[in-house]
């Protein structure tokens, strides 16, 4: 069916492989399923068309590309199974309510968990996205998963602090987050009386502060893993048990007795390869103040130290004069470094030497250390916690590019940086947290800050912003002028718009109208006295005062109203005179010259021919 050739296109889509339909041969697939097919391919987005769809399983292929937004919209989603595939891209929110399982763990997924991640999803009972390239911190949107029973982050880079929220799942039986960069204490929060868990892995972290007791609480606890972190202190007696990590052990080959204690993390100066049971002391000159300690004790010798501090600074590419490690140079004697009397290194100043790499942990255990200065370098990484084991009261690492964020056991030393005066303590005085800036990388008094950063730009310790509050702010104006006068922009050009199309128009109508009237108008029937010697025999005979319509043509077209009350008075016939002889006039020839010598100064009485304009328009019959 998959193949869609001549042998299979014929078969009914709910007989594909792994298709399934409810009811059984009907249209609504409700799952695909097709684990382990060696199938080479992406996911399309038309997936997200199959409404009735609630099962997605494409575990170990060859699936790559990412996962389409229209399928994380799907909203009868119950179980999403994609894990051991190549996916990549970033983690889309699931929107459907029904969701129990999200299992995209050994893919390439990068970016964070979206802020509102977990929101309406109270069904969801296991969340697996380990072993991708996730980072960034976790949201507290995870405690709407109030029923999760598994949560599995491991092998990614999520760094920060573990929410507390976590401990108020209460039907979490199963918490990964090892091989992580987290960092701070251990919530006693995730372990209430009622605690459920069987299963911990915090291994592989950068977590400080000492094992809590609340442990011990979670009677079910079968496996529990905290080694390579910063942890101090003893593991709680009552956490010894015999069935802790009991399976581990099972299947090691070691058959010596077992101290229960080492089986959860090495103690303190003691060493091993994965920082259980077995351990071992560390040799002399090293030391290890920490549990579970992996590979190698930590050295105490300065000189090591500092070899160890250069190498990890790229120190054969310092930049400017520096002796560090040439023949016959005491280690006082090195640039930047100051001992005491007694030959300890009390501060070491290499601001703005072109150091790039990471600061590594053994510098914390120069224990004389009092000053340390490597401003203004291209230093990576995180700021080591172990610094707080150094007799430290100045600390500058602004100006580089260490990421993450700054250990809380290193904010609460005393004295370092101003730290602990009128009892108060601040990290914003070790460096200024990603997102912020001040002109010295950190907060010197009330008067000197760390100020917002919008510039997107995570760094810790930065002296410059290249988006402030102030430049967000005009930012933001200017956006709003822009708007503002593309507006009037818009709103002006409409009204010129809307007054050509009324000039226009205007003109068309006038221009109609004197169309109008030159073809049409009207001449007044009673016409001046044919005696007019200006106008004389230039008018056709009528007499009342109706007024006819002429066209051009010279056409009288008659008038309704005037052809019922038209009454038609003839004008009296003018006599043809000879210009060869004269007769007197008679009696009556008098009285016509009388009359109309009358009418002619009625007419001239009544109107100025001299000042009219008289058309000679000819009546057609």
């Known amino acids: 069916g998959w193949n869609l050739d001549e042998n299979s296109s014929s078969l009914p889509l709910c007989d594909w492989q792994g298709v399934v339909c409810i009811p059984a041969g009907g249209k609504a697939v409700t799952a695909i399923e097709l684990e382990d097919t060696n199938l080479i391919a992406t996911i399309p987005p038309e997936f997200g068309l199959l409404n009735s769809l609630r099962v997605l399983v494409l575990r170990r292929n060859g699936i790559h590309g990412t996962i389409p937004d229209s399928v994380a919209k799907l909203r009868n989603l119950e179980i999403i199974?994609?894990?051991?595939?190549?996916?990549?891209?970033?983690?889309?929110?699931?929107?459907?309510?029904?969701?129990?399982?999200?299992?995209?763990?050994?893919?390439?997924?990068?970016?964070?968990?979206?802020?509102?991640f977990g929101v309406g999803h109270a069904s969801m009972i296991e969340l697996n996205l380990a072993r991708n390239q996730l980072?960034?911190?976790?949201?507290?949107?995870?405690?709407?998963?109030?029923?999760?029973?598994?949560?599995?982050?491991?092998?990614?880079k999520f760094y920060g602090f573990i929410p507390e929220s976590i401990g108020k799942f209460k039907s979490l039986e199963f918490l990964f987050l090892d091989e992580n960069e987290f960092v701070g204490t251990i919530p006693k929060a995730l372990f209430p009386p009622d605690s459920k868990l069987k299963e911990i892995y915090l291994q592989g972290n950068i977590l400080s502060g000492t094992v809590p007791e609340e442990l011990s609480k979670s009677a079910d606890l079968v496996k529990l893993h905290l080694n390579g972190n910063k942890l101090t202190g003893t593991?709680?007696?009552?956490?010894?048990?015999?069935?802790?990590?009991?399976?581990?052990?099972?299947?090691?080959?070691?058959?010596?007795?077992?101290?229960?204690?080492?089986?959860?993390?090495?103690?303190?100066?003691?060493?091993?390869?994965?920082?259980?049971?077995?351990?071992?002391?560390?040799?002399?000159?090293?030391?290890s103040p920490y549990l579970g300690r992996e590979g190698i004790c930590l050295p105490l010798n300065n000189e090591a130290i500092l070899r160890i501090f250069w190498i990890a600074t790229n120190g054969i590419e310092w930049s400017g004069e520096w002796n560090w490690f040439f023949?016959?140079?005491?280690?006082?004697?090195?640039?930047?470094?100051?001992?005491?009397?007694?030959?300890?290194?009390?501060?070491?100043v290499l601001s703005n030497f072109n150091l790039r790499g990471t600061i590594p942990e053994e510098i914390g255990f120069l224990m004389y250390l009092e000053v340390l200065d490597l401003s203004d370098n291209f230093l990576l990484g995180h700021i080591p916690s172990d610094l707080r084991f150094a007799s430290l009261n100045k600390l500058d690492l602004s100006g580089n590019q260490l990421t993450g964020l700054i250990p809380p056991m290193l904010c609460l030393v005393d004295d370092l940086n101003g730290n602990g005066k009128n009892g108060e303590f601040s990290c914003d005085k070790i460096a200024c947290p990603s997102g912020s800036?001040?002109?010295?990388?950190?907060?010197?008094?009330?008067?000197?800050?760390?100020?917002?950063?919008?510039?997107?730009?995570?760094?810790?310790?930065?002296?410059?912003?290249?988006?402030?509050?102030?430049?967000?702010r005009k930012e933001r104006m200017s956006s709003f002028r822009t708007v503002s006068i593309i507006i009037l922009f818009l709103f002006a050009l409409i009204s010129l718009v809307v007054a050509f199309l009324f000039l226009r128009y205007r003109n068309e109508f006038s221009k109609r109208n004197k169309k109008s009237q030159s073809t049409s108008y009207f001449v007044e029937t009673k016409m001046p006295?044919?005696?007019?010697?200006?106008?004389?025999?230039?008018?056709?005979?009528?007499?009342?005062?109706?007024?006819?319509?002429?066209?051009?043509?010279?056409?009288?077209?008659?008038?309704?109203?005037?052809?019922?009350?038209?009454n038609k008075v003839k004008s009296p016939k003018r006599k043809k005179h000879s210009s060869k002889t004269s007769k007197p006039l008679g009696a009556e020839q008098v009285a016509l010259n009388e009359n109309e010598n009358d009418a002619d100064?009625?007419?001239?009485?009544?109107?100025?021919?001299?000042?009219?304009?008289?058309?000679?328009v000819p009546r057609i019959n």
């Open 81 to 116: 199974d994609l894990s051991n595939n190549k996916l990549s891209g970033f983690l889309p929110v699931f929107t459907s309510e029904k969701l129990r399982e999200v299992i995209l763990g050994y893919n390439a997924l990068s970016g964070g968990i979206p802020k509102d």
């Open 135 to 156: 980072s960034g911190t976790l949201p507290e949107s995870l405690g709407g998963m109030t029923n999760i029973n598994k949560i599995s982050f491991s092998e990614n």
């Open 235 to 287: 593991v709680p007696g009552k956490l010894c048990r015999p069935e802790t990590n009991k399976n581990f052990f099972d299947d090691s080959n070691n058959t010596g007795e077992r101290n229960y204690c080492s089986t959860i993390a090495c103690p303190a100066n003691t060493v091993s390869l994965d920082g259980l049971w077995p351990c071992s002391s560390c040799p002399a000159n090293f030391y």
């Open 327 to 348: 023949d016959g140079v005491d280690l006082c004697n090195f640039t930047g470094i100051a001992c005491n009397d007694s030959k300890e290194i009390v501060s070491i």
């Open 437 to 472: 800036y001040s002109s010295t990388g950190r907060a010197v008094d009330k008067a000197n800050i760390c100020l917002p950063c919008y510039d997107n730009i995570q760094f810790l310790g930065r002296k410059m912003c290249f988006i402030t509050i102030m430049d967000e």
């Open 529 to 566: 006295p044919p005696s007019d010697p200006l106008y004389a025999g230039t008018f056709p005979e009528s007499s009342g005062m109706e007024m006819e319509q002429v066209d051009m043509c010279g056409k009288i077209i008659s008038n309704s109203k005037s052809k019922k009350k038209k």
């Open 601 to 616: 100064s009625e007419w001239s009485g009544r109107q100025d021919s001299t000042k009219e304009v008289w058309l000679d």
